[in-house]
DNA sequence: TTTATACGCAACCATACAGTTGCATGTCAA
DNA sequence: TTGACATGCAACTGTATGGTTGCGTATAAA
């Protein structure tokens, strides 16, 4: 499979995405949420080490990637998990590793042949 | 599908390679390397806007969490691309996906039969 | 109308991180 | 041997990031 410069841009594009997935607190949050049932501040906080304001600001990070959307309701802020940016990272996923399966197969062929 | 306590772990202990891979720089590096042809520092250095040693403290990052590996060649090292950590994230991304859609199912079904 | 709860805002701090520069070391080639 | 190339090491800088604290405001409940 040849590997389009379209390919990388995409790919490169999903780096934020990825660097908001690459801390615990965050990844533990959207566990929590992976429930489906959207979830409070104060409840998301709850059982975590740190601070309230903490979690605001993991979750604002995961909002501007659009994983977990927000939405006021009285006096308190419901979060609920977003799924189209992950399937979009785990297309960008399924697609690098096939390149490399297949470049690497060819690679492996190659040298057999050699 | 039921959500184990044992999924969180394994998906919060990725952290670090999502880091890995949430920069720009490391993921064209990737790229670069998506061939399977093994590259020293100075190609892969070649064509992009920063430093020589800025590239080699990425690939630095990207061999600490396994994503790539270095090998001493005479005066040069040459770096691969490995496969296995990038399975490995796909994986918990699937995992976690499916998870997310089996609980976004059951929660429309919910609201529908109330 | 109080009181408690949930949140937003802003300032502040420490540290991690991306990047640079300068210099030293090792290796190949003429 | 000498020069050119490839890398390693260390110090330094600016900025982003995770975290805290204090305080103000809105909403629900008593």
Not at 66 to 87: A, I, N, S
């Amino acid at each position: 499979m040849k590997v389009f410069k379209r390919d990388v841009g995409q790919l490169c594009r999903r780096a934020p995405l990825f660097a908001a997935l690459g801390d615990e607190t965050r990844l533990t949050l959207l566990m929590k949420l992976g429930d489906g049932q959207p979830k409070s501040i104060s409840q998301l906080s709850k059982g975590e080490s740190v601070s309230r304001q903490a979690i605001t600001k993991h979750l604002q990070v995961l909002n501007e990637v659009g994983l977990v959307r927000g939405v006021r309701q009285g006096r308190e802020k419901l979060f609920q998990v977003e799924k189209k940016p992950l399937e979009e990272v785990r297309t960008a996923l399924d697609l690098i590793s096939r390149q490399w399966d297949d470049a690497l197969d060819r690679l492996k062929t190659h040298l057999e042949n050699s």
